[in-house]
C-alpha cells in the first residue's frame, strides 16, 4: 500500500446531449479534485460551497467508493485522509457524483498499487451510476458514446470522439438542486415504437455530425423524446429554451445529464452574450435565480499526479 499521497482531477459532465439519453456525454473544464493518503484515522476535509453538507464521515461517497475499491482487491481497507473540492455544484447534472466516483476509484487504486486497469476502473464507475455517459467523459475526456455490455463480465464498450474545436458549452444552471434519482423516476416505463425510432435517428445523426464537425446539423440532432419531455415540469424554463435556443445564437441545446441544468452549445465564444441574454428573460419570466457559466470541453479526462 503505497503512503505517498495522491491528487486527482476530474472533468464534470454533460450527459444524454439530448436524445443520447445513458450512452452519449461530453466533459467539461469544470473540476472536481480529490487528494487521498493512507492515515492513522479517517479524516475527510471537504473545501468551498459546493461541498457544503455532504458527510465528513465514512458515509461520504468519496470514502465508501475508495473502501470498495481496497475491499475488491483483496486488501484491507485503510484510514484515509481525503481532501477533496468541486467546482461543480452538486444535484444540478453536471455529473457531480459521477466526478466523485471517478476520482475515489482512481485515487484508491493508486494508494492500493494499480491492481485495476483504467477500463476495469470505468467498468466498477458504470456498475455504481449505471450507466456510462457521465462516468465515461470524466474518465478519458472529450465527447463518449457508450453502451452497456451484453454480458455484465464483457469491458463497457466507448468510442471518443474530440469535440469540434470552436464549440463552447453554455450552461444555465439554477439555484435549486434534482436528484438525479428523481429525474429518473419521472420517466416512464414503456415508449412507443414512433419515438424509439425518433430516439435512434437523432442519437445516430448526432454522433455522426460529432464526429464530422457539423454544427449546422446539431439543432435538429439534438432533438429527444426519451426523457427531456418528461422532465420538462421539473425543469421551468426547459421547453422555451429548447424551443428557441437555436434563433438565439446557440447550435443546438439539451437538458445536462439529469437537469435542472439547460446545456446551450455554440460555435464560437461570441455567440454566448446574445444566447445569455435570451436565457435571461425565459429564466427571469420563472422567477428563478441561477449562474451560466461558458465552458470549453476537457479533452484529457481524469489526471493524477502523486505527491
Ligand atoms: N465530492 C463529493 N463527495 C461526496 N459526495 C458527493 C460528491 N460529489 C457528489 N456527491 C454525492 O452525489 C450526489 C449528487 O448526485 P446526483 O443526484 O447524481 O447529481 P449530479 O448530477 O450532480 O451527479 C450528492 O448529493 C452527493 O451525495
Ligand atoms: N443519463 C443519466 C445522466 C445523469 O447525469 P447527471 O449528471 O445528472 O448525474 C440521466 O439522464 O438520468
Known amino acids: 500500500m503505497s503512503s505517498k499521497r495522491v491528487r486527482v ?19 467539461l473544464q469544470l473540476y472536481s479534485v480529490v487528494e487521498m493518503q493512507v492515515s492513522e484515522q479517517t479524516t475527510i476535509e471537504l473545501i468551498g460551497k459546493e461541498l457544503q453538507g455532504t458527510p465528513t464521515d465514512k458515509s461520504n461517497l468519496l470514502y465508501v467508493i475508495a473502501a470498495e475499491l481496497f475491499q475488491q482487491a483483496g486488501l484491507a481497507v485503510p484510514e484515509l485522509h481525503i481532501r477533496a473540492s468541486s467546482e461543480a455544484p452538486l444535484t444540478r447534472g453536471l455529473g457531480s457524483s459521477a466526478a466523485a466516483i471517478v476520482g475515489a476509484l482512481v485515487a484508491a487504486n493508486h494508494l492500493a ?11 466498477m464507475a458504470v456498475k455504481k451510476e449505471g450507466h456510462p455517459d457521465n462516468v465515461g467523459p470524466s474518465f ?6 457508450a453502451t452497456m455490455p451484453e454480458k455484465e463480465d464483457q469491458p463497457i464498450p466507448y468510442i471518443c470522439l474530440a469535440p469540434p474545436a470552436a464549440m463552447r458549452a453554455l450552461v444555465v444552471i439554477p439555484d435549486y438542486a434534482l436528484s438525479t434519482e428523481k429525474a429518473r423516476n419521472a420517466l416512464p416505463q414503456v415508449y412507443s415504437k414512433q419515438d424509439v425510432i425518433y430516439n435512434v435517428g437523432h442519437s445516430s445523426l448526432l454522433v455522426a455530425a ?19 419531455p418528461y422532465r420538462a415540469p421539473l425543469v421551468p424554463g426547459l421547453e422555451e429554451i429548447l424551443a428557441a435556443a437555436t434563433d438565439n445564437g ?21 455567440e454566448c452574450e446574445r444566447l445569455k441574454s435570451f436565457v435571461d428573460q425565459v429564466m427571469r419570466g420563472h422567477g428563478i435565480s441561477y449562474q451560466t457559466m461558458v465552458l470549453q470541453p ?3 479526462g481524469v489526471q493524477v499526479e502523486v505527491q
Open 9 to 27: 482531477t476530474v472533468p464534470s459532465s454533460t450527459a444524454n446531449l439530448g436524445p443520447g439519453f445513458d450512452t452519449l456525454g461530453m466533459a
Open 113 to 123: 498499487g494499480e491492481p485495476f486497469t483504467r477500463d476495469q476502473l470505468f467498468a
Open 140 to 145: 478519458f475526456g472529450g465527447i463518449i458514446v
Open 210 to 228: 460529432l464526429a464530422q464537425g457539423r454544427l449546422d446539423l446539431l439543432g435538429q440532432a439534438m432533438g429527444d423524446r426519451l426523457h427531456q
Open 250 to 270: 446557440a447550435v443546438g441545446a439539451a437538458l445536462s445529464g439529469a437537469g435542472p441544468t439547460i446545456l446551450c452549445l455554440t460555435a464560437s465564444d461570441s
Open 298 to 300: 476537457d479533452e484529457h
